[in-house]
Each structure stands twice: as C-alpha cells, then as structure tokens.
C-alpha cells in the first residue's frame, strides 16, 4: 500500500529513521534493559529500592537537566549514577557501576542483524539516491550490519536536538548542499519523523506497520504500510 496525500517533488537524498522503521526494534530494547536491570539488581541495595525506582530516578535526572531529553545515551547514563549514587556508594564504586551497566545495555542495544531483503532494498535504493540517518535512538550503527550503508548519520543529542525538532534536517542539508525539500525522510512515528521532515521543510514518509497512536494531527506527503513500498521510486 502507498498512499500520496500530496504531490512529492523530485528528490535526491532518502533519509531514514532506524528503530522499528528498518528493523523491530521492541525486542532489542526489551532484552538490553533486562541486561542492565540484571546488572544493577546485583548491587547492593539497588533491588531494594523496588520496581519503580529506575523511573523515579529517571524523572529526577531529566528535572534537574532538561537537556538529557535530547541524548538518550547522556540521560541513561546520567541516570545510572544519580541511582546508585543514592545507595550510599563511594565515589569509585557509582562509576565502576554505572559503567559496567551502561555496558551491559549497550552490548544488547546494538546486538542487531538486519534481514537480508532490507539490505538489499537499501542497497537498489541507493543505486539512485542518496542514503542518510536521521535518528533520535543511541543505537551504535557500526557494531551491526547497516554500518556500510549511508552516507551520514546523524543522532539525536550527538549531533542535534532530537526530531520533531529541524536540527538534524538542517545539519543533513548543510552536509550534503542540498535544499531541504531535497531530502525524503523515512520513519514510522508521526510525532518525531513526519512532524520534524514536515517542520523542517524535507518531504515525509510515515511507515505506518505500528498500530501506535500519535498526537500529530498533520499528514505524511505519503503513507505506506511495507517499507519495500520505497521501491516505487526506483525508475
């Protein structure tokens, strides 16, 4: 299914969002935060806390510093040391800890294998179009196999302020010296891709495979169900 909701202007550059647009990406944040909860369940005191604490102490980090927003990485672990901090550990033991934690996330954040069809999908696309990262995830791309396969990434927090905000759109047409309306962007939340393509003056795809809802009420210039839609593009 493709469905246009306006006229799509010739492009030159695809831009595209990473988790849950090119892979699913519920099961790996699933099994990473597991590995971290793991971790941090075998520091003294930690479990005691209860089930809640991690939020809390999430809330916590994001108050005190409102620009973790933007830099899921810096707020994950800004959070691990505000949470082992209160158990009265020393100094030395709250990094070892938040470290080894972060670690342990991470390893599993990234443990991802991209399906064949998709690489090759990437791989046809990019024979006519220029391939880019727009992401507000802290994925490591070079640990799994899409590390060869753009020509820019950009992350969120690292590079910018996180999408629906235009920083990254901004920066990826300075980059490449393309005009804006140049670029396509690829994703499947309608709050963070297709408001911030549309904010940012780019042109929108909303995958929607998600069943999710959405506070944005404007519309994706195209809306597609399968990702290997894209290759309506392909002349």
């Known amino acids: 299914m493709i469905r246009f909701n306006r006229a799509i202007k010739p492009f030159s550059v695809m831009s595209f969002d990473l988790d849950?647009?090119?892979?699913?990406?519920?099961?790996?944040?699933?099994?990473a935060v597991k590995?971290?909860?793991?971790y941090l369940n075998a520091v003294p005191r930690y479990q005691e806390q209860g089930p809640k604490y991690w939020q809390l102490c999430?809330?916590?980090?994001?108050?005190?510093?409102?620009?973790?927003?933007?830099?899921?990485?810096?707020?994950?672990?800004?959070?691990?040391?505000l949470a082992l901090s209160k158990l009265n550990l020393n100094v030395d033991d709250v990094e070892l800890h938040a470290n080894a934690a972060y670690n342990a996330f991470a390893?599993?954040?990234?443990?991802?294998?991209?399906?064949d069809?998709?690489?090759?999908?990437?791989?046809?696309?990019?024979?006519?179009f220029t391939l880019i990262v727009i992401t507000n995830g802290n994925v490591e791309i070079e640990r799994?196999?899409?590390?060869?396969?753009?020509?820019?990434?950009?992350?969120?927090?690292?590079?910018?302020?996180?999408?629906?905000?235009?920083t990254l759109f901004d920066k990826a047409a300075a980059h490449l010296n393309v005009a804006k309306s140049d670029i396509l962007h690829i994703g499947d939340s309608l709050d963070t891709d297709v408001q911030g393509a549309n904010n940012a003056g780019c042109q929108s795809v909303w995958l929607n495979d998600q069943g999710a809802n959405y506070s944005y009420k404007g519309l994706a210039d195209i809306e597609i169900a399968n990702i290997h839609a894209l290759t309506h593009f392909i002349k």
């Open 35 to 38: 590995a971290q909860q793991n």
């Open 58 to 81: 999430r809330n916590e980090a994001v108050l005190q510093s409102p620009e973790l927003a933007d830099n899921v990485t810096k707020w994950r672990q800004h959070t691990l040391r």
């Open 107 to 115: 390893d599993v954040r990234s443990n991802i294998v991209v399906s």
């Open 20 to 31: 849950d647009t090119l892979y699913s990406n519920h099961p790996i944040i699933k099994a």
């Open 117 to 128: 069809d998709i690489l090759n999908l990437l791989d046809n696309l990019a024979k006519h």
């Open 144 to 166: 799994f196999n899409l590390h060869n396969k753009f020509e820019l990434v950009l992350q969120a927090g690292m590079h910018g302020k996180a999408k629906p905000h235009t």
